[in-house]
């Protein structure tokens, strides 16, 4: 059992949690994740470690609210338990050796991207931000990048908040601007990720990518979070969940990504009581 | 007096017809009366071939006399002595190689039903749910990593012999393949679970979510004051063919869905646990883990489940019994036919086969299956699920520096007490041997803990 800390919504459908975990606070790097399992009949779900604190043995998510199992982890409070968190698990983000990098957030990713912005920036190396949300209600740690960041675009669908547009629009400019990057991080939504990623494959600049498919075990196991890279076989938990965005086959990943799509939307629409009839 | 019939005395089952739609385990198990009479079908033979057989080495003879004379809790501890889950072996053991291969009834007629009369003792000891006894500590810790077969049985022993162990499990439960992999109806979790609470009653420390490679090393283990690690981590990174389509939605691996099935529940009524609906699968692969998935898809409802299987039904690697099994719940056997591609556009049409025929004896000594050429034909399939074997998790071996391993990523021993090239860490179990029998691992697991022991003491 690990116990929440401190929960705080950061907007209606995303809420952060502080967690009482010594043993994965102690290891845990920009990149991985864990897999958490809310109470003792729960399913085991993956989430990105969006911050770690070593001293005080605390780690912290970024949970979007996306199904039944997300909606009943957002219900529980700080002080209630968690039945299992478990990790850290995945490769670490490869950050030695960049000087320059654009950081680029879509949703809920930035709370997984921004981590990576602010170690890069402590490590001296130059980054730009640009992050992405459908509208103004949506935009999450908006200061924090541009603390680390030297130019930092907020764009939203909307143009609710900062540009209206899309996030490869603003890497565009940026790049058409001048300013050049050893590698471009890419994280959100499977088709943000592929559209930078055809983008930064016209310019030649190398782009990694955060997959994060359906999974179980998340320790190479079931071998679902399987995925073709470069024309071969990968596992996500174990292989990456880093892979180089130029050889992701994204449009197989979306494919997947929709296996459970009509199960897990009965299972939530149940979760939130939408159904007033039996189902 | 020897009761000197010569079959065995049938092992109770439910209707095939009925089992196929729920996971009531199939098996009954004997009544006192029949295991008392099973039991008395044993000569107790001086040379005792029965005991060669078993790699734990039960004194089988002396078990039986107990149970002949009513006496199970005595029968029970003699199994004790060698086996660490009996309520296990009895059900998932497969005796016709091993013990019951050797007994001398077998000659003429059938050998003595070991199996289910160690079935018989384990369970009756676990429902009178005695206290465990708890052997005084030395003070030496030991780590016990995986606690499936090996590390559960490997952790009893270490702790029988006053050593204060904790296993390290990356699940949520423990059990590995046990509660993972072998479906309730043939080794119910409530089995398992009993099994695991009598080593924790017995003081063996199960520390669950804790993956060692990520969340700790083997190397930090030692430093924080364990004398010796063992590795039973098991093969648990599923082969895929290689062939097109298996990442189409509706491939799984045996694997995954298995895990979805038993560990995760998705059998039962209101489970969290998303698992499709299949009405028409194919099973790739002829060996135990095949039969499991294939029966498991045919009670969540499947209409049609077959095997398919490269060879013919006699080099199958699974148990004749749970063959034999799987036929009557009416899984179709697709013998010499090979898959060369999954169909379909996001979700599985069919599988397209190739026939095979049977040529020379290859390496394994099983005739070498070849393709007939132009005999590729579709079967109609909504999912299709991968059993074709699985290579030892990389996790560790990546992460432990010196440890020795073979061009499959098994972890290299030096002889059969499972000391690894690195001192004080040993290893045993599908970990070491790539994917084989719960009581292989079993076996390896008390014999790398015999050799702690010694080195403890000569240490």
């Known amino acids: 059992m690990v116990r929440i800390l401190e929960k705080q919504e950061l907007n209606k459908q995303v809420f952060r949690v502080v967690l009482d975990t010594p043993l994965i606070a102690a290891k845990a790097k920009p990149g991985q994740f864990v897999i958490v399992r809310v109470d003792n009949d729960g399913e085991r779900i993956p989430l990105t470690i969006s911050d770690y604190d070593r001293k005080n043995g605390t780690i912290s998510l970024v949970v979007q609210v996306v199904g039944a199992s997300t909606h009943q982890f957002s219900c529980m409070q700080a002080g209630d338990f968690l039945q299992d968190v478990v990790g850290p698990l995945g490769k670490p983000s490869e950050l030695e050796g960049i000087r320059s990098a654009a950081v680029i957030g879509g949703g809920v990713g930035c709370a997984i991207a921004y981590p990576i912005a602010r170690e890069l920036k402590e490590m001296g190396a130059k980054v730009d931000s640009v992050i992405g949300f459908r509208n103004a209600d949506l935009v999450i740690l908006e200061k924090e990048f541009e603390a680390v960041s030297e130019e930092m675009k907020l764009m939203t669908d909307d143009g609710s908040a900062g540009e209206k547009g899309l996030v490869t629009d603003a890497l565009k400019a940026l790049v058409d601007s001048g300013r050049t990057y050893d590698v471009v991080f890419a994280i959100g939504p499977l088709v943000m990720m592929k559209f930078v990623s055809l983008l930064t494959k016209r310019y030649e600049i190398p782009t990694v990518v955060s997959m994060n498919p359906i999974m179980i075990d998340g320790t190479g196991m079931c071998g679902g979070c399987r995925l073709t890279v470069g024309g071969k076989m990968k596992f996500a938990c174990i292989d990456g969940p880093d892979f180089d965005g130029h050889l992701v086959d994204f449009d197989e990943m979306l494919m997947r990504g929709r296996m459970y799509a009509e199960q897990e939307k009965h299972a939530y629409e149940k979760a939130c009581n939408l159904f007033k009839k039996e189902v | ?459």
């Open chain 2, 1 to 459: 007096m020897h009761d000197m019939r010569l079959t065995k005395h049938e092992m109770p089952v439910l209707d095939p017809k009925e089992r196929s739609r729920h996971f009531q385990e199939v098996a009954l198990g004997y009544t006192a009366q029949i295991a008392r009479e099973e039991a008395q079908r044993c000569l107790n033979c001086r040379h005792k071939p029965c005991v060669e057989g078993c790699p734990v080495h039960i004194n089988i003879p002396s078990f039986l006399k107990k149970v002949v004379e009513g006496d199970d809790e005595g029968a029970y501890q003699v199994i004790a002595e060698s086996s660490t889950l009996p309520a296990v072996c009895g059900r998932v053991c497969p005796q016709e190689s091993q013990c019951e291969k050797h007994c001398v009834r077998g000659i003429k007629g059938e050998a003595v039903a070991i199996g289910r009369v160690e079935r018989y003792v384990a369970d009756t000891h676990l429902a009178r749910a005695d206290k465990e006894e708890v052997p005084a500590s030395n003070g030496i810790k030991m780590a016990v990593v995986g606690a499936g077969p090996a590390g559960l049985t490997c952790a009893g022993e270490l702790r029988r012999r006053g050593y204060d162990v904790t296993i390290f499990e990356a699940l949520h439960v423990p059990g590995g393949v046990l509660v993972y992999g072998i479906p309730e109806f043939r080794l119910p979790k409530s089995i398992v679970h009993a099994e695991v609470e009598k080593l924790k009653k017995m003081g063996v420390i199960i520390a669950t979510d804790v993956v060692i490679g990520r969340t700790l090393t083997v190397d930090e283990l030692f430093e924080q004051g364990f004398q010796s690690v063992f590795i039973g981590t098991g093969a648990g990174l599923p082969r895929f063919m290689g062939i097109p389509g298996e990442n189409l939605r509706g491939v799984y691996s045996a694997n995954e869905f298995l895990t979805r099935v038993n560990l995760m529940k998705a059998y039962e009524t209101g489970s969290k646990t998303p698992i499709q609906r299949a009405k028409r699968v194919a099973v790739v692969g002829g060996g135990n883990v095949a039969m499991d998935a294939a029966r498991c898809a045919l009670r969540l409802g499947a209409e049609e489940v077959s095997i398919i299987y490269r060879r013919s039904e006699s080099e199958m690697p699974a148990r004749k019994e749970e063959v034999e099994h799987a036929k009557e719940e009416g899984i179709v056997f697709r013998m010499l036919t090979n898959p060369v591609a999954v169909m379909g556009n996001e979700d599985v049409t069919h599988i397209r086969c190739l026939k095979m025929q049977l040529g020379e004896p290859d390496a394994s000594g099983r005739c070498r299956p070849e393709e007939v050429p132009g005999s590729e034909f579709d079967i109609e399939v909504d999912a299709v699920i991968m059993a074709i074997g699985t290579s030892p998790n990389p996790l560790i071996r990546t992460t432990t520096a010196g440890l020795e391993t073979n061009k499959w990523g098994c972890i290299v021993t030096k002889d059969e007490s499972g000391l690894t090239s690195r001192d004080h860490v040993y290893a045993g179990g599908d970990a070491v041997t790539g994917a084989a029998t719960v009581i292989l691992a079993m076996g390896a697991g008390k014999t790398a803990a015999e050799a702690m022991d010694d080195a403890a003491k000569n240490s």
